[in-house]
């Protein structure tokens, strides 16, 4: 929030890891964690392993996409929302 400092998520942490090494270039990469003297073993744990924070999808069919929808050819509408996310959650 660049006020304070917090631990990371499990979220974060995931994201951040998974970009260690080249694409394409490395086989494995490389994810060095420098833990404060302060973190308890179950809170590095939790980081590591822990459930991510659900993804939630913000999909909302507008007048707007409607409209850019429309000026190209074979789309249909109906299907843009069939093929989003947010159907894919609602399943």
Known sequence: D??????ITSGEYIQMS????RRNKDKNGVCILMVGETMEKEE???MMVGD???????FRLTYTMLLNLARIRNTRPEEVVVQSFLMFQQQ
């Open 2 to 7: 660049g006020v304070g400092t917090r631990m």
């Open 18 to 21: 998974g970009r260690a090494g």
């Open 44 to 46: 590095m744990r939790d």
């Open 52 to 58: 991510p924070i659900p993804l939630i999808s913000k």
